[in-house]
């Protein structure tokens, strides 16, 4: 658990589902005079499902940080990795969150927790109040210097060679995205196998550690060792190169006739369903603050390659329940 100071109260305050423009600024006023009715009273604990140093591990504690440096709160935060249960654990936690408690409780989720939680439990969105989606994510494979493989096309030839590669990556998402990689290959699963670990960190050191041939990984988890040249890119899983030390990479469409495979992770804060209307109103527009600094932007978007999608509450809400929606019809097939 790591604490984080926040500002005193003389701080400076710093495509899918989305209500209209007009809706947007009326329901924006009216969270504004809510928010202006309350304030956090007591330290505020923000739960992050994954390991330390994984995407969504840096994305809570970036938040926290600009919360801080622009006095957003006048209270402490208190950064808290669950990971227990694959991460159930401290999604049930929130969900059940009740009293005073309930408007001091943040919790981290992206689209690979929810598909976990969707799959695997019965806890449901309506469990939760949607604060705002912050952005999107998107991942690549990498491998290391002195791996077996140099790029992504000796990967393909050595499965369809009839040779087993094992790839690793995180839960939901990055299994749901090698899912998809799987079927546009056209490769049989036992010869390219995948291990799905508690965090993208927890992958990347499986890789640094030469436990598997190459890893699915996001960004903001693996910039670093790219800059130290532990890391090195061989596919987008995008329909666009990215920008920086990672544009080495290619698309899939560039090795061959493939279409390009992606499954953008969505990145959200959300909180117990039990949060009064004023709180969600409070920490929505503190979030919304979030979204519009040059913390946020250039030194989480532009820093991690990732894209700013910010949404309110409503909207937050309107494309978490289409996504759920959706997801659980998959489920059904």
């Known amino acids: 658990m790591v604490l984080v100071g926040c500002g005193n109260d003389d701080g400076e305050k710093a495509d899918k589902a989305s209500p209209s423009e007009a809706s947007l600024t009326s329901e924006t006023s009216s969270d504004s005079d809510d928010a202006a009715a309350w304030a956090p009273s007591q330290n505020v604990e923000f739960i992050v499902t994954s390991s330390a140093g994984g995407g969504s591990d840096i994305f809570s504690r970036t938040i926290t940080d600009i919360m801080t440096k622009e006095g957003l709160c006048s209270e402490t935060f208190l950064v808290n990795n669950k990971t227990d249960g ?7 936690q929130v969900a059940n969150t009740k009293g005073d ?3 001091h409780t943040l919790l981290s989720m992206n689209s690979g927790d929810c598909m976990d939680m969707l799959s695997n439990t019965d806890n449901r ?15 690549l494979v990498f491998v290391t210097p002195d791996g077996k493989y140099e790029n992504f096309n000796q990967i393909i030839d050595t499965v369809q060679s009839g040779k087993e590669v094992i790839v690793g990556g995180s839960k939901g998402s990055d299994v749901a995205t090698f899912e998809a990689l799987l079927k546009e290959l056209n490769v049989d699963g036992d010869l390219l196998k995948y291990i799905a670990y508690d965090s993208t960190s927890e992958a990347i050191t499986a890789i640094l550690g030469n436990h598997i041939d190459m890893v699915i990984a996001k960004p903001a988890a693996s910039k670093q060792y790219v800059e130290s040249e532990s890391l090195i890119p061989i596919l987008a899983l995008s329909d666009e190169r990215f920008d920086g030390n990672l544009g080495e990479a290619p698309t899939l ?6 279409a390009d ?3 953008p992770v969505w990145r959200s804060v959300v909180a117990p369903g039990e949060m009064s209307d004023e709180a969600a109103a409070y920490w929505s527009e ?3 603050k979030v979204s519009e600094s040059d913390g946020w932007i250039s030194g989480y978007l532009e820093k991690n390659a990732l894209i700013g999608d910010y949404m309110s509450f409503e909207e937050t809400t309107a494309y978490l329940e289409a996504f759920q929606e959706d997801y659980l019809k998959t489920l059904e097939e």
């Open 253 to 258: 469409s560039e090795l061959g006739d493939y």
């Open 101 to 103: 408690k309930a408007d």
């Open 261 to 263: 495979v992606q499954v």
């Open 86 to 92: 694959n991460g159930e654990v401290g999604r049930y």
């Open 125 to 139: 969105l309506e469990n939760f109040k949607t604060l705002a989606l912050m952005a999107v994510d998107k991942q």
């Open 286 to 288: 503190a979030l919304k």
